[in-house]
């Protein structure tokens, strides 16, 4: 039942929206020739009934589709309906103010759309033509944030000071891998370029902070002889974020999503990657020691909290220096800064900077700010710090506009 009801409210959706697109389509070519009005008229409502006819297909038996597949088609669908509604706005709001005109002056004025502009293009043209346009803008740009932005995959360096660091870790060097999604890849071209990026930078040692799947450990099958490249003299850390649990799928069985986390932690010990699921671990340089601790996923709010930080904690006291790996930077605030003030650094993922914003210098802006306080880059109170990486991969869409995938480099210097 629930499937007949989301088939036919998307049909419905697609239908009208097209509807009133249609119209700023059916003026904007009134002075082609017949045969190219109806080339174009068909291709647009071949569209609309390949659209419906894919969701139909989807919800009724998506398994006919490999999840490639599945997936191309929902982002096509997505891209093209969410550009349209930008068309359909600028429709609806003259429409308003055309309706307004008209109530204002009854007859007694001439319709506006019949209204010359200077350049002899009545008002409704300009106007549809305009729809148009704020159509093909976001769709361009979507597009080109799959086609240049999924692996255009950015350093971002930045230098921590502490004053309890020993001198055998004075300069160390962390490279930082957050949210990998591998379910979303779609070019391993893409992702060897992004790994071989992280090794020319040779850091000492490498933390991956959750996320390695979207739901299933199978994803990252086709991409482990690519990850097990991962390598650092000190070794390689990792922890789990809340994609990697599965709570996002519905399983046939709970001993199903068991055994899925299960070989998600063993796909970890394959890539040679020590993973930390509330525990941690002593990094010794010539005699010289400091502690990391990693976390299981705790996120504030509505997100999961298997992670139990006292009980990673244990047995680190005695170290000058705690470095904590924790999905969730709202981890950060809710418990780490007010029950563990001797973590000197915290290193988080999860936003993903929405993968969409603004970064110029020092100016940042994406709609992730309105959700974490913390949603990118380096975060400072007192003597505790935060870093937030905005993620190697990407999730739902498969591209990114503005903020780009990011391999951190983080340098520890004595204060």
């Known amino acids: 039942m629930n499937k007949v009801v989301l088939i036919v409210g998307f049909s419905l959706f ?16 009134h002075g082609f020739s017949m045969g190219w009005r109806r080339g174009i008229n068909i291709l647009f409502w071949a569209l609309t009934g390949l659209s419906i006819i894919s969701i139909v297909l989807i919800n009724l038996n998506g398994d006919m589709f490999t999840k490639d597949v599945r997936r191309l088609i929902v982002t096509s669908i997505s891209i093209l309906y969410f550009s349209k509604i930008f068309g359909v706005l600028t429709l609806l709001i003259d429409d308003i103010f055309h309706g307004i005109q008209w109530l204002i002056g009854k007859f007694n004025k001439p319709e506006t759309s019949k209204i010359p502009l200077e350049n002899g293009m009545s008002r409704s043209e300009f106007i549809s033509k305009t729809s148009l346009i704020t159509m093909a803008v976001p769709m361009a740009t979507m597009g080109f944030g799959i086609i240049s932005g999924a692996h255009n995959y950015r350093i971002r ?47 000492d040692t490498i933390f991956f902070t959750g996320d390695l799947v979207n739901d299933e450990a ?25 994609h990697d649990y599965g709570d996002y799928k519905q399983w046939r069985s709970v001993e199903e999503k068991q055994k899925n986390l299960s070989d998600l932690i063993q796909t970890h010990k394959e890539l040679g990657w020590d993973i930390m699921l509330n525990e941690n671990r002593t990094l010794k340089v010539d005699g010289e020691e400091i502690a990391i601790i990693g976390v299981e996923n705790w996120g504030a709010g509505r997100f999961s909290k298997y992670g139990d ?57 994406s709609p992730s700010q309105y959700i974490y306080k913390q949603w990118a880059d380096l975060y400072r109170n007192d003597n505790q710090y935060l870093y937030v990486n905005r993620g190697f991969g990407f999730l739902g869409y498969p591209g990114r506009i503005g903020i780009y995938p990011e391999i951190t480099i983080i340098e520890l210097k004595k204060a």
Do not use: C
């Open 14 to 29: 697609f239908i009208l929206v097209d509807l009133y697109v249609y119209q700023a389509i059916k003026v904007s070519i």
């Open 157 to 203: 360096r930045r230098t921590i000071h502490l004053p309890n660091l020993p001198a055998a870790f004075d300069g160390i060097t962390i490279g930082q891998l957050s949210d990998i999604h591998s379910g979303s890849f779609f070019s391993r071209k893409g992702v060897k370029k992004g790994i071989d990026l992280l090794l020319s930078q040779k850091p």
């Open 309 to 365: 930080l006292e009980l990673a904690h244990q047995g680190t006291q005695d170290k000058p220096v705690k470095l904590l790996l924790s999905h969730d930077p709202s981890h950060w605030d809710a418990q780490v800064r007010t029950q563990f003030s001797d973590i000197d650094v915290m290193f988080a993922g999860h936003t993903h900077g929405f993968q969409f914003g603004v970064e110029i210098g020092n100016f940042r802006w």
């Open 218 to 242: 199978s994803e990252v099958a086709k991409y482990k002889d690519l990850f097990s490249k991962v390598k650092a003299p000190l070794g390689v850390y990792s922890t789990l974020g809340n």
